[in-house]
């Protein structure tokens, strides 16, 4: 009998074991070596009441954090301890560990990733800093948490990789095929996916278990003046086009910002298209969707200096991951009326919100327009259109934009937003309630990237035999 009632114990707990699983609430991974195991929830938390805070990184040398709750702000923390922010420095993108205990801010100048500890999430404190081989401004985490991804946002072919657990620079891969590496981010498969904006196209990478990555591909298009896609050009071929057009002079430690319109976009030759200056790159929860913003108008002037604008229209390609290192182009998203700096994403993965600024400058005022936010319906993978409504204009009036650095995120149903540019940065961060788009701002010195970080709640389970 006792001997029955032990299977039946075992029975029960592997089944709940099986359910809580397949319900998508926790999955727990095994990780080598002395590492504890790791919850990670890869289903929508909204539902599960979890504690969300945002941090904010501040153009002063500072880290704030909201309580997504409350929009309660505390800081500005660890001033004076994430390197220098005058004479070459600046801290600019922030990316959390999936479990919310650990933060990597990058420190652009510096060339330092900073480990920043967040078990209490009210009061950080510095752990160490990793230096880069190279100016280090936009930062990507691996689902799993195991790497980040490092990449410059000037001509640096480097893409490294940290092991997040080891605090240390695990490899770093100088890709020396001409391509520039300004944004990265990574998704299924272990498919790392870079922008070049000088180049005009993406690249994708394959990471292994060790975090080296090997070169797979280029990808780009050309469009048309009215948005719709010239070709799916061999981005050889299209980039051969503009190879002898001088780069932007601004070869400097300097990531602000990507450079003006026209300065190195508009009619190539005797062809009226365009071809994408991305600034960042966005991937869905659901592993596969890349989304490529292109920071340039694609309805630029024809070749005969006709005609006159009223309108700048951008857009933002859509790619879907198909295998490790393999990309499909699968649309682009037209008739955006700014350009998109940073994307986020709802918690169950069917929307996509788009942080846009720039435009035309209004002659009276010599200002840009007010920037807005744009709603994407995500159907499934690779499937993304403009959602029928969702846009909202916010104060905030800025040209150009920073490289990768993720400006936007969202938590407890409302999008964060920092500033996409140094030039015209203020000490508010706006806040839209994504149920009825009303806006109010937060008094934060000087906001640039921001992350949304989930407290996770650990459920033990215990095996008894």
Known sequence: MSSLISHLKKIVILSATVVIALLGVIEILSLSGSHHALAVFDAPVDSLSLPEYIITVNNTGTLSVIDARTDIVYGPFLSGTLGTVESGGGIFDIVVTPDGNKALVSNFGDQKIIFVDFSNPISPSFITTVTMPMFAEDIAMSRDGRFALVTDGGFSPNVSTIDVFQMTLAYTGAFTNGMSANAVAIGAYNTVVTADYFLGGIHALSMDANGQLTYTHAYTYTQNLDGTILSQTVPADAMQAIAARPRPLNNSASPDTAQSIGAVDGPLGDGDYHLPRPVNIAISPDGQTVLVPDSTFYNSMLSNGDPALTQTLYSVGVYLITAPGELQL???????????????????????????????IDPVTSSYPAAQLSVLDILGPGQVRLAADGVVDYPRFQGGQLFGVDTIAVANGKAYLGHPTLSGITPYLRVINLSDYSVKRLSIPMSVGVARMIKLRYLPIIYRY
């Open 330 to 360: 699968t649309g682009v998203i037209t008739n955006l009326n700014r350009a998109t700096q940073s994307i986020a994403f709802s918690p169950a993965g069917d929307k996509a919100y788009l942080s846009g600024n720039g435009g035309l």
